[in-house]
Structures are given as structure tokens and as C-alpha cells.
DNA sequence: CCCCCCCC
């Protein structure tokens, strides 16, 4: 029975030495660390004459445990794996077996014993055979089989390639003395920033190699030493960073630490063959499965280019930056579609003309009003028809008429949610929706009259700086003054804050109107408007009492905030414009249809 | 030690 495995080669793999797809049974399993999609699993696992727990599964593989593929008894063969010596474990040194790649010969369900009569592994056993270290120098290293590709089997110079290298998934903060062989699947811009706690710049790469990946970020000293240095989709030889557990938040990349460049920090290039180091590794969700993944979640990505809309130029309200976005849909073989963000110059360079495949590493999944789509970060990473399988397939899927296949359209934003679309809500219904309740805010449209306006301030003197509109300071001698650029200037430019009330038939509602969606439902800019405050009080009463009960289509941007402890609402016109009332009737048609099932 | 990543 137990003689379908590979008895002794446990001994010889647990003493450092290499033994070809050994045949092993799985005994057990347990779970070490992480959760979700960065959890690790340990195996009990036995040649029929030794068992050991001290495999470990790369994550990549994790799903054959988790869907029970892989359950206790199985036999299987280990087709590729790489074995680490950790120390600093307290009981001296430990070898551990971390598998890449495995082969089921028969399921647990069919085994169902133990076979043979395994006797526990230990590290006395190892005492026996002769000493191994971490660091071995290469001409012993290639004396073994090269069948795992994390062993440097050329007779390298360099006194790191000369080492024997450590998988990724291998790494913690607990054991400090490794050399990995990783590639670099991307590497953000080099960056500064400042705040309360200092400044600095810095950059980070992303790494894989066989095992796994890891995020690595060098800081201010290791920016200059590293960042020219340090190419994409080369191969270095890595040692002596620290090590700490990643913020889930802001990667998705799979390993629950991520590295720091310190001053002690080695890189070399790999200079000899490293065509067995991957280059990317990603982890696909089909598009009709993205809507059931967390907001905020990273994700990977594939689909081909259905369509893209042009680039849009838009300023952020938070930092008055002038940004450019497209968005571009892609589908895959599921029937899902799912709007991808992209911006700056990936939005400006992208040519969707040819439909390519898109593949994107890392991308934020959105929620705007009800509907989802992806959007890219500065760390996502995005490659046009990629060589992978899954990109050949759905080239493929798309050219064979996958093109004209219906599909369910997750970003869709007509219908669903009352406030995002263009249909025309209620004061009484955006309550019931209870719009502005959550944390980014909500956009509804509705048609209302304006019934008072706050005439006092609504103009004033800002900063003449184009994304500066803060209220300057009269310093009473020519000169104004801007706390936000801490400078004095000798013009200024005018500007709109108009405060109202808004009714509907169903309720009212306290708004703020900025300078462009004022100047629009006043029908005048602010410079004009600004000139009157000064020379013509009269006319500019007279502009607010001429708009006063006028009906506009209003589009809100409303979120509750709070005010010395009070909560409520603040709303602000995102736009206001003249009703069509043609448009304005077909609507009301078609609700008098939805309420009463009569059609007029 | 960053972690901002934008808009409808």
C-alpha cells in the first residue's frame, strides 16, 4: 500500500538535498496565518516511512484545500517546490518545504487511511546527515538538481548570486538572513510627501518569483541609491530589508508582509538565465463575479476593450487638481462588462480602437450610487494584450463572436438607484433614500423652485491663484490677503457663494450654489455680478428677486455633516439648469403610467 | 517613514 510513495525522499529533501516529484499522502492541514486571500496553510505530509508539518502550501494553491480537492489521505505528487532554512525559531535552524505545484494521484476520499506507518521527522533525524547552512556556496548548490529555479546553478561571481536564494513565501519579519531572486513586475514614480510627521520621498516596486510576491518601498537615502537602479520585468538578487505586516488596504498583492529598503539593503542584477522567474502573477475575477467582491477591494482583472469614451478633464473638489480620465468597458467570456477607470496618461495614451485585452493588476472596485466599476491607482497595473492564456482565450471568445454577446453591465447607471441616474427624485424620496447618509456623499436630480436666496455675501473677493478661491483678507492699505497661500496680492477676482431654500411639492431644503452652478441659475458672472455689489446695490437686489420662484432642474451633490454636534445635511447644487418641458412632461408621463398602470 | 489616487 504504502509503497505507491516516494519512502526515504523526505529524509533526503528535509536534509537539503533534492528529490524529483516525490510521492507523498497528505495527513492533515491547518491554517497559520492570514485570512481571506491571504491566508497559508501548513500539511501534514508523509512518505510512508517519515511525516513532517513543515510544508507549506504557496498560495497560489490554497483554493485546492479550501474546495476540499486536496483533503486528508490524498496522494499526491509535488511537481515543483523549494525548500528554505529558517532560523531563529528557538529551536535552532528549520527546514521548511514550500510546494508550487502539486498533482492529486488519488483522492483523499479514495485513500482513506494512512498508509504505511510514518514515524515523525524530526530534527535529530536531520542530525545525522551532514550539516546544511542558509548559505551555500554554488558549486555545492549546483550539484543538485536544478529542478527548482530558485537555486543559482551557475558559477557566478557575485557573492550573492553565489548564495542559494529564499522564496518570497518564505520571508517574515522573524528571520533576517535571506537573499530572494525576484522580479519586478512594476514600480511606482518616485514620489515625496509631507505632512505632519515629516517629509520624504520615496518609491516601491513589486517582486514575485515562483513562490509568491511581495511589495518592497524605499525611502528618501535608498530612493537615490535604488530608483534608477531598479528596472521593470528585470530579475535582482534581494537581501537585508525589514520586514512588516502589509496594510491589506492600499495591495493586493498575496503575502501578508511587505519589505523596507534600509541602509543595509543588497540588490544585484541577475545576470544569468531568470526566464523561470514569472513575471506577473495575477488573480483573475471573472467580470460577472466583480459586483459580489468588498468596495474598496483591489482587484485583478481581464476582458477585452468593448468600448471607450473619450477623455474627460475634470478638477477634484478635494485638491482642485486638473484631472483626465477615460473610462473604457470591458467583457469577458461570463457576459459581465464592468467600466475601468484610467487617468492621467493612461487615459490620454489608451487606443481602444482595436479592442485589445486589458489586463489590470490591483484596481479599485467603486461604488457610485448603486452601480460598481473599477478604477485605476497610482500602484495598478495595466497591460494591453498581454502573452497569458487567459488574454489568448478571450481574444479568441471575442473575435468568434463574443463581441456580440448580451451583457449584464455592472457600472450601468440608468435605473437602479433613484439619485444617480437622471431620473427625477423627490425632497421627500431622497429622505426616504436617506441620501447623504453615508461617507463619500450622494448626487440626485430633481425639479424645484427657488424660494429664497441669501443675498448678503453672496459675492466676495477671492484669491486671484486659478485653483484658490479662498476668501481673501482686506488688509485696508490695496493689499489682500490669502491664508491659504499665505501671501498678499494686489487684485483679486470675485466670486459666487449663494446660500437659498429650494422647495418641491413634497418638502424643502436648505442648498449651496458655488460660483459656476450661481452664475448659471443668475444668468450673470460673477465679475458682473461683483461690480454691481460694489456700484449698483440696487440691480443686484433686483438679480436675486428676478430668480426668486423660478423652477430649475436641479442636480444635488448632498452629505450629512456635522456642526458642533449637530447633524444635517449639506447640499450643494452641482447644477441648475432652465426645464425643458417637454422632457419635463414625458417624465411626468411616465410616473403617471408607473402609479396608476394607465397609459396616457 | 507612504497609504493621496481624484469625477459623475
Redesign the pocket.
Known sequence: MSSQLSQGSLEIIMNGGHYDKPIMQVLGSKKIQGSGANERFRLLVSDGKHSHSFAMLATQLNDKLITGELSDYSVVQIDRFVTSLLKNTGKGEKRVMIILDITIIKPGSEVGKKLGNPQTWTEETAASAPAQTTMQPAPKVAALPTQSANQVTSMDTSSLASQMTHPIASLSPYQNKWVIKARVMSK?PL?T?S?A??E?K?F?MDLCDESGEI?A?A??N?CDKFFDMIQVDKVYYISRC?L?T??K???SLKNDY?M???ADTVVSECQDDASSVPTIKYDFVPINEIADKATDSLLDVIGVCRAAADV?E??????G?L?K?R?VTVVDSTGGAVSL?L??NEAENFDGSTNPVVAAKGA?L????GSK?L??????MIRLNPDLPEAHKLRGWYDNGGDKMDVVNISA?TGTYGG?SNEWITFSEAEAKQLGSGD?GD?YSMLGVLTFTFTDNAVYKACPQEQCNKKLVDQENGLFRCEKCNREYPNFKYRLLLGANVSDPTGDQRITAFNESAEAMIGKSSADIGRMFEYDKTGYTALFEDIKFRTFVF?F?TKMETYSDEARLKTIV?SAQPVDYKDGNARLLKSIKAVTGVEV
Open positions: 511606482s514620489r510627501w505632512n510627521k515629516g520624504g520615496l516601491s511589495r518601498t525611502f528618501r535608498e525589514q512588516k502589509a496594510n488596504q492600499f495591495t511587505e523596507t529598503f534600509n474627460q475634470l478638477t477634484a473638489r478635494s485638491t487638481k484631472l480620465k473610462e477607470t487617468w492621467g479599485r467603486t461604488e457610485f450610487n466599476s478604477s485605476c491607482l497610482a500602484s495598478t447607471r444617480g463619500k448626487y442636480k451633490r452641482v
